[in-house]
Nanobody, 115 residues
Framework: QVQLVESGGGLVQPGGSLRLSCAASGSIFSIYVMGWYRQAPGKQRELVAAITSGSSTNYGDSVKGRFTISGDNAKNTVYLQMNSLKPEDTAVYYC?????????WGQGTQVTVSS
């Protein structure tokens, strides 16, 4: 059974930074894409960033230039470095792995940007 465990969320002031991590455990077959999504209250879940096994990246328009996704395939871990955080970045952040064995989600970690 595959489990994704996120860490690194919390409360930060506007303009601050946070780094999220997501580590996968269990039997994982061929990771194709690792990604981060977020969901704010009353809004749909949206893509924040994704990285393929070939290290191609894709970002949501609202985070381009501020967030950076990276992955460590050997450790089955994905990271999200978030800089210049804004109050509108407040949401629950979920990691997502698309693999040969299925699609997996983390439990979510809260990020709150507030003064």
């Amino acid at each position: 059974q595959v489990q994704l465990v996120e860490s690194g969320g919390g409360l930060v002031q506007p303009g601050g930074s946070l780094r999220l991590s997501c580590a996968a455990s269990g039997s994982i077959f061929s990771i194709y894409v690792m990604g981060w999504y977020r969901q704010a209250p009353g809004k749909q879940r949206e893509l924040v960033a994704a990285i393929t096994s070939g290290s191609s990246t894709n970002y949501g328009d609202s985070v381009k230039g501020r967030f950076t996704i990276s992955g460590d395939n050997a450790k089955n871990t994905v990271y999200l470095q978030m800089n210049s955080l804004k109050p509108e970045d407040t949401a629950v952040y979920y990691c997502n792995f698309r693999t040969g064995g299925g699609i997996y989600w983390g439990q979510g970690t809260q990020v709150t940007v507030s003064s």
